[in-house]
């Protein structure tokens, strides 16, 4: 049998122990003495004094843009840029072309991840057909199909029109699935729409993105959560109003969950002055109040998981006039960092693993992520040096894109290794 | 064209108040003299100091004719051939006298003659704001080394002088004072 | 003066006096028979718009030929994006044959921006979507101050469209800079995002009620700038009818009593005759809409003259 033996780790920050691994399942937990010749004989050795021991990360949110722009990026070189980021597993959004709304295509998407064998592609299947927003699409023979879609998107989209969204909310009840919405009405911040509006939108002359054009429509979703008994999953968060909404949600019961980007806990709007379409995102980067509501509110629970939203773009489609460019920026590989570093002083290592892997491996239902560091369990894993600075440089990334917003900053928290049930898939 | 005075060395006088006066008279009667009178001249002053030059020449016209002489400025800086070699230079006032310069004996007046090019500038200058009968050149100074086929008509005095040195006229109207002075020298 | 003219930023307030003495001179060629400086011979210009306008296009042609310049127009329709090429592919295929300056109009707030950081040449901008037009702004402060002297402490009233108008975000720069007062009116549908903050800090007022400001309740008004209101707004329900606009924002005829006589009248063009400004007020004595066209050549010549004409100093 492989065997694998992680010495000396700090297990979630807090415990320190030697992990055994043997063909793929964490086989003991503990100091060495007291352990037997299994672990003497280990063929693998890692010295992780010092390092802290994470479950593999689960990323609620990527862009995998394999079929149709593979250009930008495939599965493998997102499953590379995953595996540096401590992910074991990423969830593949709908928004390829083809789209993902049938279950050969969700399959196809699946069979990409597993070929590539480095970390668990989960594919997302669209809310609606051709993400048109009319009709559903067959949601549950995705459910059904080898890849058993659970959570549904048309991201890149909103879902705008209630009864549809209803529809869709009331459907998945029937195989346990979740619909995750990109909240953006389009009658108040249509696809022109770019930047935060406010002071900055005003002087710079590009078209606002109000952040009630978000709130407005997870206002909306709970109460359509309520109402048909379901629950509902809001993407990508950006404003304190949403936040504000999904507060009082949790507290009348309502099933709702929400997620957050690294980028939005960080980047502000004043970066879109200059105009360099890296920082051009949708949602766009919100002001300073904005992002501290977020951090609060990941902080104390209200907002459940980190989510990348990791966006490759090539070169060409960025190098447009800031309106024209594409939406979107790179986050695999920084992510964990970035939480560490912005985070670090709110919330310790045990938390950041909740928000990172343990809660979107529930929200997801993905049984063999974000378990316990304990015997028995899948051995996703991932290795972080908790005190290694970094600047970041975008041409070190292992995506085959570079729209990278935070290129030459220094982060501090560094993924070293991940293994993907006992395989060795990073560092 | 005047070059300024980089070390702010005084140098040697040349010509004085008194020997300026004699020769701006002499210019103004040679100007008459060759035009067999004032009618049908226009004196146009080349920016910088070219512009009182000629203003004086015309008192001095006016006081022996009797007759004012029409008098304007001509701006060469857009005519330069050298623009692309210097930081933009903005342009001065082109100001030519009612009347115009169609069928006139237009007489250009300038400080210092040396390369010719500002004259050259200034004869297209002049071509592009309508046709002279004729176009002469009076300068208060000729240094000679010209590097165009240009001479004046009229010279209030010739000044030998190596390239090393500098030319420096000084205007009561510009500078407080009339004197031209020569500094620099072999080096 | 700076490389490039992409916004009023890129000029203080020394430059502006500087381009309105060359303005002034470049003003007299249009009056001769031989319209021809030789300043720019054998410089190459090309005019890149990505969106029609034919007079500030015909207004850089005439500026560029009038100093010997080979002026070339070109048209991008549309944005690149719908061809596939990248905005940069386009701009460097246009400049591959080797020009000396790009005068570019696109419909994209921050186009010029971009595209001088790909270039080596200088870029005029033309107008790029809603955020700037300086040389209009240019033209508007040298016609001003033509017919009032310095706009020193001058109060000047900007009325129409602010929140998609780049007429407005130019001119608030270099009146500022020029020292003059501004005041902006529109409806509220049509006041910039963030108006508010952005106003405290740029120091202009601004107000929902015309006649007010007329009447001098931010002062006494020493020039009015009309901004075309273009009728597709309506369709995007900033205003209900054209004839609602025009009651509560056009110079209408009973406005244009109510300005002092010699009160300048300004208008970037095109007018919307009836809508913003009633016939009355354009055709006025004090209308100075026919100056400013006359002005955008004289202007754009000294700003292509000394962004060209010199040696190249960086920046």
């Not at chain 1, 005190?387 to 070293?416: E, I, K, Q």
């Amino acid at each position: 049998m492989s065997s694998l033996l992680i010495k000396g780790a700090s297990l979630l920050g807090t415990t320190t122990a030697d992990v055994l691994v043997e063909d793929g399942v964490i086989g003991f937990v503990g100091r060495a003495a007291s352990a037997s010749e299994r672990v003497e004989t280990a063929e693998t050795v890692v010295d992780a004094d010092g390092l802290v021991l994470l479950p593999g990360l689960v990323d609620l949110h990527t862009h995998l843009r394999e079929p149709g722009r593979e250009d930008a990026e495939t599965v493998r070189t997102g499953s590379e840029a995953a595996a540096a980021g401590g992910y074991t597993s990423v969830l593949a959004m709908a928004n390829t072309n083809p789209v993902t709304d049938t279950a050969e295509a969700a399959e196809r998407v699946l069979d990409l991840g597993r070929a590539a064998g480095i970390v668990d592609v989960q594919p997302v299947g669209a809310v609606t057909k051709a993400l048109e927003g009319q009709e559903l699409a067959e949601l549950g023979l995705m459910a059904r199909s080898r890849a058993k879609v659970r959570v549904f998107s048309d991201d890149g989209k909103c879902v705008a029109d209630a009864r549809v969204m209803r529809r869709a909310l009331e459907y998945v009840k029937a195989f346990g699935g979740v619909i995750s919405q990109h909240s953006q009405d389009p009658s108040l911040a249509p696809h022109a729409a770019c930047c935060h509006e406010g002071p900055i939108s005003g002087e710079l002359g590009l078209p606002g993105w109000p952040g009630v054009a978000e709130e407005v429509i997870v206002a909306r979703d709970v109460m359509l959560a309520r109402h048909t008994g379901s629950r509902v999953h809001v993407a990508h968060v950006s404003t304190a109003g949403s936040v504000e909404v999904v507060r009082w949600a949790k507290a009348q019961g309502i099933d709702v969950t929400a997620e957050v980007t690294p980028h939005h806990l960080l980047l502000t709007t004043d970066l879109l002055r200059g105009y360099d379409p890296t920082f051009k995102v949708n949602p766009p980067l919100r002001p300073q109040e904005d992002v501290e509501a977020l951090r609060t509110a990941l902080a104390d629970g209200t907002i459940d998981a980190v989510a990348t939203d990791h966006a490759p773009h090539a070169r060409h489609d960025k190098e447009h006039a800031f309106v024209d460019a594409a939406f979107g920026m790179l986050g695999l590989e920084t992510a964990l960092s970035v939480v560490a570093t912005v985070m670090g002083e709110q919330m310790d290592w045990s938390r950041i693993a909740d928000v990172m892997s343990v809660n979107p491996a529930r929200i997801a239902g993905l049984d063999g992520h974000g378990r316990a560091i304990a015997e028995g369990q899948p051995a996703n894993l991932a290795l972080i040096d908790p005190s290694a600075s970094y600047v970041v440089d975008r041409n070190a990334s292992l995506s085959l894109s570079r729209n990278n917003p935070w290129h030459g900053r220094t982060v501090t928290g560094r993924v070293v290794g991940t293994w993907l049930r006992g395989q060795r898939t990073f560092g | 064209m005047t070059e300024p005075d980089v070390n702010g060395d005084e140098g040697r006088v040349v010509l004085d108040d008194a020997d300026i006066a004699r020769a701006l008279t002499r210019i103004s009667h040679e100007i008459l003299e060759r035009n067999k009178g004032a009618e049908n001249l226009v004196l146009l002053g080349l920016h910088t100091r070219g512009v009182p030059l000629a203003r004086r020449i015309a008192a001095g016209i006016a006081e022996v004719e009797g007759t004012p002489v029409p008098t304007g400025s001509l701006d060469v800086t857009m005519y330069r051939d050298d623009l692309r070699s210097h930081p933009t230079r903005a342009p001065h006032k082109t100001e030519i006298p009612a009347g115009g310069i169609d069928g006139r004996i237009v007489v250009l007046v300038d400080d210092v003659l040396y390369s010719g090019r500002t004259i050259r500038a200034a004869l297209d200058a002049i071509s592009d704001l309508g046709r002279p009968s004729a176009v002469r050149l009076a300068v208060l100074v000729d240094r000679g080394h010209r590097e165009l086929p240009i001479r004046a008509d009229h010279v209030g005095k010739n000044l030998p002088t190596a390239r090393s040195e500098k030319v420096r006229v000084r205007l009561a109207e510009t500078d407080g004072a009339d004197a031209v002075t020569i500094t620099g020298g072999t080096e | 003066m700076k490389k490039h003219l992409l916004s009023i930023d890129d000029v203080t307030a020394d430059d502006i006096a500087a381009l309105f003495e060359t303005a002034a001179e470049m003003h007299d060629v249009q009056r001769r028979e031989v319209k021809k400086l030789p300043a720019l011979r054998g410089r190459t210009i090309i005019n890149l718009f990505f969106e029609d306008s034919t007079r500030t296009r015909s207004s850089f042609e005439i500026a560029g030929k009038w100093l010997s310049a080979d002026v070339i127009n070109l048209s991008a329709k549309g944005s690149s994006t719908s061809k596939g090429e990248s905005l940069r592919d386009t701009v460097l295929t246009v400049t591959a044959m080797g020009i000396d300056g790009l005068v570019m109009r696109h419909s994209a707030s921050g186009a010029a921006h971009q595209v001088a950081q790909w270039l080596d040449v200088p870029v005029i901008n033309a107008g790029d979507g809603m955020h700037e037009h300086p040389t209009q702004a240019l033209l508007d402060a040298y016609t001003l101050t033509r017919h009032l002297g310095t706009l020193e402490g001058k109060h000047v009233a900007i009325i129409g469209d602010l929140t998609h108008s780049r007429v407005f975000r130019s001119n608030i720069k270099s009146l500022a800079k020029l020292g003059a007062r501004v005041t902006v009116v529109a409806p509220p549908t049509l006041m910039p995002s963030g108006v508010g903050p952005w106003s405290a800090r740029a120091g202009f007022a601004t107000s929902y009620d015309l006649d007010g400001v007329l009447a001098g309740e931010y002062g006494p008004v020493d020039a009015v700038m009309m901004l075309r209101v273009q009728k597709e707004r309506m369709s995007g329900g900033y205003f209900p009818t054209a004839r609602e606009y025009t009651v509560g924002y056009g110079l209408t005829r009973g406005r244009l009593a109510m300005l002092q006589p010699g009160t300048p009248i300004l208008h970037p063009g095109p007018m919307n005759r009836g809508l913003e400004i009633s016939p009355d007020a354009a055709d006025a004595a004090d209308s100075l809409i026919l100056d400013q066209v006359s002005a955008g050549v004289a202007v754009r010549m000294a700003v292509l003259y000394h962004l060209l004409a010199g040696e190249e100093t960086g920046a």
